[in-house]
């Protein structure tokens, strides 16, 4: 357009999309992602995040409790074993597992004899597997000496200091444990520049992710991704206030009850009216979960970020579900 001789340049500014991640080295559980287009700081701000979302918010296995035979606390040590019980307990820390059910799962080890105990002589079920099998955990000195040991596994998200789980009430002679739930081992990221156009400040972001094998770094990073996504979509802003269900005015101005569609309408039933145990119906609803529709739109992991869920919650809540036949979202 022409004004005064002079022409007026109008130009749609946006901030262009990256374009698709690709994996450009991979190696068992080890693997690098490289985006590549990135708006200019992008590169930062999206590296940041992912990082964050892979250490803190992906769920995984750990041991949280173990009672040995003849031990009655963590300061001890065992005649006829090398390791003293703190020792046993760090090296017990280090198993990685990989659950296929809904925890928490007792695992038990029994061994006798000269020999180096390690996580494969632990016995398994179905529901479990030990990723490391050659992880040591204590050494037998003695011929006649039996280590027995009963070890409870249970899923969760990050790291969970004992401090944090003051108010569980454990059997006596468990010792609990500092929980590693995290399956990432290790996570960088780096930004360089590279040219997009005419433009050379446009970023390509590389991310280093290494498992500890219970799950891929591919599934991590998807999964890491999809955390953030619905984090992001849950701070969009509703512009238009729509007024609750039971409060529609009628014609005539009149406040009048909104009667639901069907009185099966399983998605309306109230936390509190699931039959669950007082501590999960609890946990959920200190975290803003106050009916079953709100419980079917979150995932397991996201569940597992609420305070006071573990497994045993997240196992009372699938089946309380299906029950209704609904689920939690995959």
């Known amino acids: 357009m022409a004004i005064g001789g002079q022409v007026i340049r109008?130009?749609?500014?946006?901030?262009?999309?990256?374009q698709k991640p690709k994996i450009v080295k991979s190696e068992g559980n080890k693997a690098i992602f490289e985006i590549e287009g990135l708006y200019p700081g992008y590169g930062v701000t999206l590296g940041n995040a992912l990082r964050r979302a892979l250490l803190s918010s992906l769920p995984g296995a750990a041991v949280v409790g173990v009672k040995i035979k003849g031990v009655h606390h963590e300061f001890s040590t065992i005649p006829g074993v090398a390791e003293d019980v703190i020792e046993i307990i760090l090296n017990l820390r280090?198993?990685?597992?990989?659950?296929?059910a809904a925890g928490p799962v007792k695992l038990f080890l029994a061994a006798k004899g000269e020999k180096?105990?390690?996580?494969?002589?632990?016995?398994?079920?179905?529901?479990i597997e030990i990723i490391n099998q050659e992880q040591p955990i204590a050494t037998i000195t003695?011929?006649?000496?039996?280590?027995?040991?009963?070890?409870?596994?249970?899923?969760?998200?990050?790291?969970?200091?004992?401090?944090?789980?003051?108010?569980?009430?454990?059997?006596i002679g468990v010792i609990a444990v500092d929980a590693l739930f995290s399956p990432i081992r290790k996570v960088n990221f780096e930004?360089?520049?590279?040219?997009?156009?005419?433009?050379?400040?446009?970023?390509?972001?590389?991310?280093?992710?290494e498992t500890d094998g219970s799950i891929g770094p591919e599934d991590t990073f998807k999964k890491a991704n999809e955390i953030l996504v619905e984090?992001?979509?849950?701070?969009?802003i509703v512009t238009e206030e729509v007024p609750p269900m039971d409060e529609i005015l009628s014609e005539g101005g009149e406040k009048k009850t909104q009667v639901p569609e069907s009185e099966t309408?399983?998605?309306?039933?109230?936390?509190?009216?699931?039959?669950?145990?007082?501590?999960?119906?609890?946990?959920?609803?200190?975290g803003g979960i106050k009916t079953v529709g709100g419980l079917i739109k979150k995932t397991e992991a996201s569940l597992l970020a609420i305070d006071?869920?573990?497994?045993?919650?997240?196992?009372?809540?699938?089946?309380?579900?299906?029950?209704?036949?609904?689920?939690?979202?995959?």
């Open 94 to 100: 280090q198993i990685r597992f990989k659950l296929h």
């Open 308 to 330: 006071g869920m573990g497994g045993k919650g997240i196992t009372e809540v699938k089946k309380a579900l299906k029950k209704l036949g609904l689920s939690l979202k995959e």
């Open 142 to 171: 003695d011929k006649k000496t039996e280590l027995e040991i009963e070890i409870e596994v249970d899923a969760g998200l990050g790291f969970v200091p004992v401090e944090s789980r003051k108010k569980e009430k454990l059997e």
């Open 10 to 18: 109008r130009e749609i500014m946006q901030i262009n999309l990256p």
């Open 265 to 286: 309408d399983n998605t309306k039933i109230k936390v509190e009216d699931l039959k669950l145990s007082a501590r999960t119906a609890n946990a959920l609803l200190e």
């Open 116 to 127: 180096e105990v390690k996580a494969g002589d632990i016995k398994t079920t179905s529901e």
């Open 231 to 236: 984090q992001f979509k849950s701070l969009i």
């Open 191 to 209: 930004v360089e520049n590279m040219r997009v156009g005419d433009r050379t400040d446009f970023n390509r972001l590389r991310l280093d992710i």
